[in-house]
């Protein structure tokens, strides 16, 4: 810090009254001004470009981060209250540069430097030198110590910033079978545990569909890094269930009805809404916890019914499944499916047998023919009795 020459002290002063004696120390990234006079001043002012950066007595403590890097002059002036004497004085500002490592984790690092970040190149550790744009992006960055240094023309100034270990995964607004997540650990080799699950190679987005509703843990793990996240799933209404089956019943004249449930993890069913309506203004809504209902009440012939099944959970109701109607015919035997499989298995064991008849039935014919013809042969070569003709069709047969 220099001070030039005073100006003229005032003619009404003593010489060594004009006389006015500043210091400036740089320290712990401020500038610290201390002054003296010859005279005993009520005031001081310290001014920059018309600019008063401050009043009262000294040491003045300014932030380099207000001044701008270089050589700048300040005005300081000491006061009677009568007269008073001035000093411009210059002072050459080093460059600054400070970055506040963040305390948990951050895509980007503030920095503040005193260096004219127009036309400024930034260089974080060996990579090329980019357009400084505060805060830094810090997104491609791996866990560490990072150094960075901003330049422009002569100036220059470096300083480092640690990032710690992160994961952060984003909860999907609505039902995702996947979350995605981040994180600066290496995912080559990195492994990943849900919940208490096992460990697994980490792919992202992690895959959610066997994940029900509610809070889940996600850890990453590489060497000695680690990091944890949450995330919450939402649970959804149920899928629309499909009524697969229905038939009247034969004894009694009811209907029989069937649905499927559709469920995922996310939309798990704990109930049923059973819609039934007919020509004859019958209407009636059900709540059920099975897949299957017999319908009796209000079952007529020559009527058609008309059905609709939703399912329902915590969360909400889901939509009514497509219509499905069945007439009770007006007379006649009320057969099921089931009762003409029956009887199909019946006729086709009916065919069975009588094909086994047949079969028998031959072999019997082919047997009485061959006994007759071997009579035959037996009396004309011989002209014996017939009661030798087994013995004959024995040596026959030899």
């Known amino acids: 810090f ?11 002063l003593p010489c060594r009254a004009a006389i006015l004696d500043c210091d400036g120390v740089i320290t712990s990234g401020a500038l610290l001004i201390s002054c003296q006079a010859a005279f005993l001043p009520i005031g001081y002012t310290i001014s920059q ?44 500002i080093p460059a600054y540069l400070q970055c506040h490592t963040p305390s948990d984790y951050a895509s980007s690092v503030s920095c503040s430097s005193n260096i004219p970040l127009t036309g400024a190149q930034c260089i974080i550790d060996v990579g090329p030198a980019t357009p400084c744009i505060f805060p830094m992006n810090t997104s491609t960055l791996a866990p560490g110590t990072h150094n960075i240094t901003i330049s422009n023309s002569n100036l220059s100034s470096s300083t480092s910033f640690v990032l710690k270990a992160y994961l952060q995964c984003h909860t999907p607004s609505d039902y995702a079978s996947s979350v995605s997540c981040s994180s600066n650990i290496p995912l080559t080799g990195a492994q990943c545990i849900i919940d ?23 850890t990453i793990s590489y060497g000695n890094l680690s990091s944890s996240a949450s995330f919450i799933l939402e649970g959804l209404p149920p899928l629309v269930p499909e009524i697969d ?25 704990s109930s049923y809404t059973l819609q039934v309506s007919s020509t004859t203004a019958f209407n009636q809504t059900l709540t059920l916890t099975n897949t299957s209902y017999i319908l009796r009440m209000g079952v007529a012939r020559g ?44 006729l086709l064991l ?26 035959k042969e037996y009396k004309a070569d011989t002209g014996k009795n017939f009661e030798a003709a087994e013995e004959y069709q024995t040596t026959i047969s030899i």
């Not at 208490?196 to 809070?215: D, E, M, Q, Y």
């Open 245 to 269: 089956q229905l038939y009247v019943l034969e004894k009694d004249i009811a209907i029989s009805i069937h649905w499927t449930a559709n469920t995922t993890f996310l939309r798990p069913i």
């Open 303 to 346: 009527h058609t019914y008309v059905f609709q099944v939703r399912a329902m959970n915590a969360y909400g109701s889901g939509n009514y499944s497509d219509s499905r109607s069945l007439t009770v015919p007006n007379s006649g035997l009320l057969v099921p499916w089931w009762a003409w499989l029956i009887v199909a298995l019946l």
């Open 350 to 375: 009916a065919l069975l047998l009588c094909c086994v008849f047949c079969c028998c039935l031959f072999c019997c014919f082919k047997k009485a023919k061959q006994q007759t013809y071997i009579v």
């Open 49 to 92: 470009d018309g600019t008063i950066l401050g009043n009262g007595f000294p040491p003045y403590n300014l932030s380099i981060l207000t001044l701008e890097a270089g050589v700048q002059k300040f005005l300081i002036t000491a006061t009677t209250g009568v007269t008073g004497a001035s000093t411009l004085a210059s002072v050459s």
């Open 2 to 12: 220099s001070s030039p020459s005073s100006p003229p002290h005032p003619p009404s």
């Open 196 to 218: 208490v699950g096992p460990a697994t190679p980490c792919t992202f987005p992690v895959n959610t569909s066997t994940l029900v509703p509610g809070t889940h843990y996600i």
